[in-house]
């Protein structure tokens, strides 16, 4: 998944669990990931335009519920953001400035109701040759989400999911305090945070960040980050340098993080805001920082300002 993976087991921390919890994780990285050439999300953009692809059950459902983000965000979020990603190339090792030309014919292939979905077969097909699916935004909280039904069965009480990022936080820990997660501070190793978050442990959260300061290449001074504006094909641009969004659900975490992003503050606040069981934090380049009322945040570093 292009990361780094942690699995923290308090409990029952044998190694066939873990085990079991890894297999099923590359098996998530098999069928989505872009960079694989037999995954099923390879295929189905091979077939873009030409025919539909049968796909594994996992893989139907991850794109039915990016389709279902990609509605509710007005296409903010758009899972067939993958002409742009490859045009980019940002999270890859040659990443480019391409032309506004470029730009505009890549924004020709983007448009989410152009997958057709078929329940009955469980097939997908992209219409348009060029087309391309990129999961990036969605697959790790599913991911997470699968790695944690394990866990369950497993009987384990208390566990942290780390995906890179895109956390969960399983059960309580030995001493049943609620858990405790730091928003990243901006343009700083990881590790370093401005504030903390306090998670209630009565039920399974998950605590997902799309930030615009890991993934991203400079040029002439000024940096391109990897979430992308489908409406115009350039980097989002909207004064936020993070969002980080709590849900029960991982893959809505993750989704929603990658949609509240693109759509900027007001957008996305409104959306978060609308869903039930989803908070949200909001740093912004002039480093002050938004939370959604049910937000229990601590502010420590006192370089940034917690606004209304
Ligand atoms: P990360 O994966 O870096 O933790 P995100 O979950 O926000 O962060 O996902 C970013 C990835 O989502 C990008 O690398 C790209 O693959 C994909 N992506 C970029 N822009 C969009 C968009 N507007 N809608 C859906 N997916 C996107
Ligand atoms: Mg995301």
Same mark, same amino acid.
């Given at each position: ?99 506004? &030309? ?49 866990? &369950?069965?497993?009987?384990? &009480? ?53 930030? /615009? ?5 400079? &040029? ?8 992308f504006d489908?409406?115009c094909g350039y980097p ?8 980080? /969004? ?63």
């Amino acid at each position: 998944m292009g990361t780094v993976c942690t699995v923290t087991l308090f409990d029952k921390a044998d190694s066939n669990t873990y085990n079991k919890i890894f297999n099923r994780i590359r098996e998530m990285e098999n069928l989505m990931s872009v960079n694989i050439e037999t995954s099923d999300i390879s295929r189905i953009n091979a077939a873009a335009g030409i025919s539909p692809v049968n796909v594994h059950e996992d893989v139907f459902k991850v794109i039915e519920s990016a389709i279902h983000y990609a509605q509710i965000s007005d296409g903010a979020f758009d899972p067939s953001v993958g002409p742009l990603v490859s045009l980019w190339g940002i999270t890859g090792d040659n990443p480019r400035l391409p032309s506004r &030309k470029e730009i505009e014919e890549a924004l020709l292939l983007i448009n989410w109701q152009d997958i057709e979905m078929n329940a009955q077969e469980k097939s997908v097909f992209l219409k348009n040759n060029g087309m391309a699916l990129d999961l990036g935004g969605i697959a790790k909280g599913y991911a997470a989400d699968e790695a944690t039904l394990i866990i &369950k069965n497993a009987g384990v &009480k208390g566990a942290i999911i780390d995906l890179g990022g895109n956390i969960i936080l399983h059960g309580e820990k030995k001493d049943r305090s609620p858990w405790r997660v730091g928003v990243q501070k901006p343009n700083t190793n990881r590790g370093e945070y401005i504030g903390i978050l306090n998670i209630s442990n009565r039920r399974n959260q998950s605590v997902v960040t799309s930030g /615009v300061y890991e993934r991203y290449f400079e &040029k002439d001074g000024k940096k391109y980050h990897h979430l992308f504006d489908p409406s115009c094909g350039y980097p989002a641009e909207n004064g936020l340098v993070s969002v980080t /969004v709590i849900t029960p659900v991982s893959m809505d975490a993750d989704a929603l993080s990658t949609a509240v992003f693109v759509s900027g503050y007001e957008k996305g606040r409104t959306l978060a805001e609308s869903l039930p069981e989803t908070e949200a934090v909001f740093v912004f380049d002039d480093s002050t920082v938004r939370v959604t009322a049910g937000v229990n945040f601590t502010l420590t570093d006192k370089s940034f300002i917690l606004a209304d």
